[in-house]
């Protein structure tokens, strides 16, 4: 049995990791650089909830917090599915890090989808970098 296909999806940021990381791992900030889970989130519950993401409303729950860089967070889709989305924060020097995305494609998902899905992932990425290196 061969394990589900994936692809490591990354960035260079200059910002030292333990300021990335700070600013990634607060769920107020993902409605600013993670457009594929909508333009907000609150706390409900004492759950984070994305009440406009584009696959509707959504759960979202990270790993605690680490001194790791390790961003690992479940997505818990309308359907109830959760979806594990791997994620680090890698110092390279002191003033830099590497940021990387596990980008897992799940059963039924084309290769044109999980291609598209990719860019979506670089593009918050990117979106990330730009907000933290102007901080």
Request: aromatic letters at 6%; proline letters at 6%; hydrophobic letters at 40%.
């Given at each position: 049995?061969?394990?589900?296909?994936?692809?490591?999806?990354?960035?260079?940021?200059?910002?030292?990791?333990?300021?990335?990381?700070a600013y990634a791992a607060d769920p107020v900030n993902l409605p600013?650089?993670?457009?594929?889970?909508?333009?907000?989130?609150?706390?409900?519950?004492?759950?984070?909830?994305?009440?406009?993401?584009?696959?509707?409303?959504?759960?979202?729950?990270?790993?605690?917090?680490?001194?790791?860089?390790?961003?690992?967070?479940?997505?818990?889709?309308?359907?109830?599915?959760?979806?594990?989305?791997?994620?680090?924060?890698?110092?390279?020097?002191e003033d830099t890090c590497e940021v990387v995305f596990t980008l897992?494609?799940?059963?039924?998902?084309?290769?044109?989808?999980?291609?598209?899905?990719?860019?979506?992932?670089?593009?918050?990425?990117?979106?990330?970098?730009?907000?933290?290196?102007?901080?």
């Open positions: 049995m061969t394990g589900m296909e994936s692809t490591h999806l990354s960035i260079h940021i200059d910002r030292a990791a333990d300021e990335v990381y600013a650089w993670a457009a594929g889970l909508g333009g907000s989130i609150e706390l409900i519950k004492g759950r984070w909830i994305a009440t406009s993401s584009p696959m509707g409303r959504v759960e979202v729950a990270f790993a605690p917090r680490n001194t790791f860089g390790v961003l690992d967070h479940e997505v818990t889709l309308p359907s109830g599915e959760t979806v594990l989305n791997p994620m680090r924060v890698i110092p390279d020097e897992r494609r799940q059963p039924g998902t084309t290769p044109e989808d999980f291609r598209r899905d990719a860019g979506m992932v670089e593009a918050d990425l990117a979106t990330l970098k730009g907000i933290v290196e102007r901080g």
